[in-house]
Every structure is written in C-alpha cells, then in structure tokens.
DNA sequence: CGGCTACTTGAGTATTCTCAAATTGTGTGG
DNA sequence: CCACACAATTTGAGAATACTCAAGTAGCCG
C-alpha cells in the first residue's frame, strides 16, 4: 500500500492509434505524432504523482481509477475528484514548478503520461489540440462548481445520491451499466468527497436502500429506481 | 436590480497601455495589438453575462468587484467566486456555446471584454499570451480545489476567518490595506460562498470580535489579530 | 420621516458528527 | 484449508454544530 510513484520504473510503449481515437478529452491522434507516451502501470494505492514533485507531464488514464486528494499544510486534505478511463489528470498543476496535489490509484489502473513541453509543442503546431486542452481545463473548473454547489446546498443523502447518479453516468458514457456497478471507492474516499464522515455515508446508504431507490452489498451497487434518485438528488424529498 | 445585462451598449475605447501592463492574469501590452478592448461599466446588480447567453467574450475586471452565480436547474444556487481588479472572468465558459453562470457586480464596476475569437487568434501568434491564458485556467482551478478543501474540512468559524484572510491577501496585493477593508458582499453572498447561512455568518462574525480577532461594522472589516485569525483558519491562508 | 432591506440576536430543532461496538470481508501464515 | 489478524463497513446513542423560525435593530433611499 505505501507507493512507489509512478516516475521512475517506466518502458515507452506505443500505443494503438485506436485508443487515441477512443478516448479522452485529448484523445485524438495528432498527439501522438509529437508527443512521446509512456504508459504506467499502478497497483492499488500506488500513486501516480505526489504534491510537491516537479511538475513534467499531464496523464490520461486509460484502465482502472484513481483519486485526486488535495492537501493543506496543516494536515486536513479531502478528495476532489475520481478519474476513470478518459479523463485528462494533472490540469490542476499546470503552470506552476511542482504538482499541487497527490493522485493515487484506487485499484490497478493505468495511465498514459503526456509530457507537458513536448505537448505545448504539439498544442503550438496543431491548434485543434490547443482548443482541446483549453476546454479541458474549462471543463474541468465547469465539473467542480458543479461539485460546489452540490456540495454547498445538498444534505447528505442527496448528495449521495447525485455522487451515484453522476457514476451512473460517467459508466454510461464509457459503455458500462449505468445501473449497476463496483464502487471504486472505500466509504472514507466517497466521505471525503462529499464532505461526509464515512458513517454519515454508511447510514445514507442504507436509508437509500430502505426507500427502495438501490440495493447495496459493500461495494456493488444496483440503482433500482433512477427517476426516484434524481427527484431526490434534485432538490425534493421522497415520499 | 434587474438588470439590463452587459452586452447591448458598449463603445470601443483603447486603454491606456500602463493598464494592461498593470493588472491580470492575462495582462500584457500584447493583447491590446490584436484584440479589441471593449469596456462595460456595471452598476451594483448588473449582470456582467448570464447562463445561457451566447459566449463571446472573456472579460478582465478593471473596477469594483463581482460575484459568479452558479445554478441548477432546480433552483439551487450558490456563489462560486468574488471577482476584483486583475482577475479574469468568463473561462469556465470557454468551449461552449453559452455562458455557465452568472457574474453580475456588486457595485458600480468597470470589466474589459476581451471577445474570443479574436483573442484565439492572438494566442495562436503569441505564445506567451497562450501560455498565460493556460496557467489563467489552471489557477482558476486551484482555487476552486483549494475552497472545496476549505469548505468540506473547516467549521463554520474557520471557514470565516478563512474568508476574510483570502480577502485581506488579495487586497494586499492590488496594494490596499489588507487589515481594514470594506466587504463589498452582504452576508447573504458571503454566506452562499462559504456554504452557510446568512445568520450563522452574522453570529460567527460577532464570534470573531468576541474573540478579538477582528472588529466589524456592518460591512466595514478590521483585522485586529492576523495571527490569530491563521491559528483559527488552519494555519494557512487560503490564495 | 416612512418604508425597505440588511443585519443581528435569541430559542428551539435537526442534521450530522463523535465515540463506541459489533459485523463482515480479506489476506496471510500455519 | 482453516484460523487469525486486520481493514472496511455498519449500526447505535449521545453530543455538537449549524439551521429554522422569529423578533428586533440599524442603515439607506426616496
């Protein structure tokens, strides 16, 4: 469980062009002609980068899940975000010298490293790559006002009820159930996002499964009634 | 208080150099050579763009200071940010087709509006500009992280002190007094921003100058213990 | 000077937290 | 393969923080 980062042991390994055309916000096969990817591979609670290691390259992850956990110098930190395959990880740090935050694997994962100055070369050469790493980022501050205000003026089941929803939908959008799935998660890193003590999840949970809107065993989760989460998750009680 | 929204009238008025030097995240003379400035002056509750409205432009605050609104469609809402002099306003918009949120002035404010396109096109020829529009998004997203760590681990009174040492910093750095200041938000505003209510700010406010830590009139703030604010706050001020 | 809004303060309530214990699942070594 | 230790999760009871409802005060604008 106490990691290795992920800089040091790594082989470059072109990938299929496939991929690039599949996934990711970035995803599109102009980058590879510029930008040489390493793929790394991480075990569950490996991290991919720490706070505080020189800033070098942005990630894609392409298999498994992983988390973001912001840090303060006096010791409180909170996850802000899980990454599934797709997702651009490491925007957060751009500009400055060193990452701002720690992103570790919830499981085996893998994800692709974009070294940064040879993409701002590309990004220079290819505007269309430039336009998409800017929405990117746009995108990125868009998901976490979302997650603000969810956070700001939603009690504790429907928040945990929108966090279900919005996996729901990230699993849809990559071709799996969006009714049921594995929590990637423990209760703490889910706790933690939401800005609940994992016993506050716990009991939510359960109260979710005696309304009859999912059943849950430990990390499997079935959504049973996903018009009934939303009314929920969007403001009015359930009857 | 409602709001004639920005766009309508306008007149094209070139500022002077020594601004655009001065202030911003995005502040270089090189901006001026290829895009047109246009400038807005705002009265408190005006609204500098609403959701919904077609993007075109990011704006530059010059004068006062205004708040971003984000919604749902459910009705909820909560402010996401407090906008001064220097800061760039709009990019979470930046990749669609409408505006996100709404950004409306608290007071008698002055943006500049810098129009998109135009400003893609600079940045396709000066890289400098691209790079600091980049680090502009990435900031923006810091900051965010940074407040959902401060509201999802911080009581009700550190979020406060939390809040009126971020206000102190940034006014230190446009070159005001960061221990006597004037809030240019109500407590309803601030409340929503720190994800509380109105009263409860009111009563943790008087707690402060209980405390001795600061001294309040109505919105007129003075910082009496800074050090002490920063033991409460968590040590660190928010950026 | 009214009438309004913004702010403050009080009292009781409610949601969420804290502390504690029980339960279940997981991995490891015998 | 089983027994055990350990981690994750669930559940309970009481406490605390922040909320709701309500009233009162203070500035502000016309």
Redo the contacts with the bound molecule.
């Keep these: 469980m106490n990691a290795a980062t992920a800089f040091a042991p790594t082989v470059p390994m072109p990938a299929p062009a496939s991929f690039f055309e599949a996934i990711g916000d970035i995803g599109i096969a102009q980058m590879r002609e510029h930008v040489p990817v390493l793929r790394h591979k991480l075990e569950g609670g490996e991290s991919l980068y720490r706070a505080g290691q020189p800033f070098r390259a942005l990630f894609l992850v392409n298999v498994g899940c992983l988390k973001t956990c912001e840090l303060a110098d006096d010791g409180r930190e909170q996850v802000t975000g899980f990454h599934m395959r797709g997702d651009l990880v490491g925007v957060e740090s751009i500009g400055l010298a060193a990452y701002a935050c720690d992103v570790v694997a919830l499981e085996s994962s893998e994800a692709w490293e974009l070294p940064y100055p040879p993409m701002l070369a590309a990004c220079r050469r290819v505007p269309e790559l430039q336009a998409r790493l800017t929405s990117a980022l746009a995108g990125e501050i868009r998901r976490d006002r979302l997650w603000m205000l969810a956070l700001g003026t939603l009690?504790?089941?429907q928040r945990v009820a929108a966090f279900l929803l919005d996996l729901a939908e990230r699993h849809a959008r990559l071709g799996f159930s969006p009714r049921h799935f594995i929590l990637r998660m423990?209760?703490?890193d889910m706790a933690s996002f939401l800005?609940?003590?994992?016993?506050?999840?716990?009991?939510t949970?359960?109260r979710l499964v005696e309304l009859g809107l999912v059943s849950?065993q430990?990390?499997e989760v079935n959504l049973v009634d996903v018009a009934g989460l939303r009314r929920l998750a969007g403001g009015e009680p359930v009857h």
């Design positions: 009690s504790a089941e423990g209760r703490l800005a609940l003590k994992h016993e506050t999840v716990s009991r949970l359960s849950v430990r990390r």
